[in-house]
């Protein structure tokens, strides 16, 4: 089985969010279930810093191609080069410099025009390249034009009329929602303005039009597949994907056991693993030194996230005064809209011996956070998967969340009387419930054995990519004979 797996963000590539490190690992442990992948993604210029920074070996494999079918004198060329912690998996990037040369990866002249752009070049890339793919799996709204161009316009090609497609939805949240006008630079057929087509409230959505006709959908946990059917999750799509229920599934994503363990993880302080958990405490008290904090044995809470409304930030900043008479440490790694970079700046300067607030993008200090903390904090109103709980699990770092999602699928409330349980939550999304639960959890810190034996069945879970991605291969071979039938 051949699969073209295109997004927008690859680890390490380029990463903004949880999208890069899916599609970063997925293709790893693929390839050891023989499955063969090539990735598609643009030459951004972030690639370009971080291939000479890194000394990643990239070629160029083409002259300059035309988009034909877009309004856009715009050409493409595409370059080389191979995924990292692989034996073949390749990463073919479309490279533009007009379109992908802005500093930041979701920026630049427009997105809608940058979004049709790539996702057009990689079908013009597959016939430049002469590839036969099974399936071409694209990741959220910037790729799902893909599957409606290979329905329609290429309906009858006969290189690219076989391929079966798989949409995964990452974020429900980012649809991609543009005037109707982007239809024809695309140079997609005016019928497509239609209610069961990509018509959405007078505009156009992209999202949309992968959900319509991609052959199978996922997203990134259970819960989260059936939570976005309902109108409360469902962001004025649930009625288009309660209609395609049937092609719709969740599967849990995975973490990057190589990457992320404790062990070997040579961005944290000291390596430990649950032999040697004591040493997790050398971690805490090197990260206090290092953000200025009291070097003291008190429940450090962590953070690290976007700060943007779907994580929660409301019903926390009803609580942090409150949270503030704990005798704890709370750290936080995040940037975002400014009324929250703003509300957090506050806090620091009001509680600066117990709020350590780091408004900056810092995968080391990350990691430090993952390594010496006591617990992770993610009060999220939804979350998709959400992969900072997998990693504090990991690191025996203890999550705290609200029960949503990808959230709900991985941590389970602490029972003291079956000793079963890896966290702490809350279901109804409201302050007091969620400072319940950190009172919770900051109760059991100061229980040994309770807490001993939290990290245990955390640091015990699996949480790797392999069960995930036998997962995956099934669900590929559902496209497949959906294509073939
Ligand atoms: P989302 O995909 O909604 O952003 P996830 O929890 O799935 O949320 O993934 C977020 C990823 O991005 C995690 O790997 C997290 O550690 C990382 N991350 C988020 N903000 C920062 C930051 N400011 N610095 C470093 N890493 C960050």
Redo the contacts with the bound molecule.
């Keep these: 089985m051949r699969i073209a797996m295109v997004s927008y963000e690859v680890y390490p590539f380029a ?7 899916v599609v970063g690992a997925l293709p790893k442990y693929l390839e050891r279930q023989n499955i063969n992948v090539d990735i598609y993604m643009p030459y951004h210029k972030k690639v370009k810093q971080n291939a000479e920074k890194y000394g990643w070996a990239i070629e160029k494999i083409t002259e300059k191609v035309d988009a034909s079918m877009l309004r856009t004198e715009e050409k493409f060329e595409i370059y080389k080069t191979m995924l990292p912690g692989t034996k073949g998996v390749n990463v073919f990037l479309i490279n533009n410099e007009y379109y992908f040369n802005a500093d930041e990866v979701y920026a630049g002249p427009d997105l809608a025009e940058q979004a049709i752009f790539f996702s057009y070049s990689v079908i013009e890339a597959i016939r430049k390249l002469n590839f036969e793919y099974d399936i071409v799996h694209v990741n959220d709204w910037q790729t799902a034009l893909i599957p409606v161009y290979l329905k329609t316009v290429f309906r009858d090609d006969p290189l690219l009329s076989k391929i079966a497609t798989v949409l995964t939805i ?2 429900l949240g980012y649809q991609g929602i543009f005037e109707p006008e982007y239809l024809r630079f695309a140079g997609l057929p005016d019928y497509l303005y239609n209610i069961d087509g990509i018509e959405f409230y007078g505009k156009i959505n992209f999202l949309k039009g992968g959900i319509i006709f991609s052959d199978i959908i996922n997203t ?1 946990s259970p819960t989260y597949a059936k939570e976005i059917q309902q109108k409360e999750y469902g962001e004025k799509l649930e009625g288009v994907l309660r209609a395609r229920s049937s092609d719709l599934y969740g599967i849990l ?1 995975g973490i990057d056991y190589e990457e992320f363990n404790p062990l070997t993880d040579n961005k944290i302080y000291v390596n430990y693993d649950l032999n040697t958990i004591e040493k997790k405490k050398e971690n805490k008290k090197l990260l206090q030194k290092e953000l200025g904090l009291p070097e003291r044995d008190v429940p450090m809470i962590g953070m ?3 700060l ?1 409304d ?2 929660g930030l409301d019903i926390m900043a009803e609580i942090m005064d409150y949270v503030s008479l704990f005798d704890i440490q709370f750290v936080l ?3 975002g809209e400014e009324k929250y970079e703003n509300m957090f700046k506050k806090l620091g300067e009001k509680y600066p011996e117990k709020y350590s607030i ?6 080391v ?2 990691q430090k956070i ?1 390594a010496g903390c006591d617990m992770f904090l ?1 009060p999220s109103r939804y ?9 504090s699990l990991r690191y025996g770092t203890i999550p705290i969340v609200r029960y949503t999602g ?1 959230l709900a699928d991985t941590v389970k409330e602490y029972n003291p009387e079956t000793k079963e349980g890896n966290g702490f939550g809350f279901e109804g999304f409201d302050p007091a419930h969620l400072l319940k639960a950190m009172a919770r959890a900051i109760y059991f810190y100061n229980s040994k054995e309770d807490w001993n034996t939290l990290i245990k069945n955390a640091m015990t879970m699996d949480l790797s990519w392999d069960k995930s991605a036998k997962e995956y291969v099934k669900l590929y071979q559902r496209a497949k004979s959906k294509v073939q039938r």
Excluded at 15 to 21: R, T
Excluded at 358 to 363: A, G
């Design positions: 990463k903004v969010g949880g999208l890069a490190d990452h974020n990134v994503n690290i996230n976007r943007v779907q994580k790694l995040g940037t780091n408004l900056k993008f810092d995968i200090l990350a993952y993610m979350e998709p998967c959400g992969l900072g709980q997998m990693y990808g």
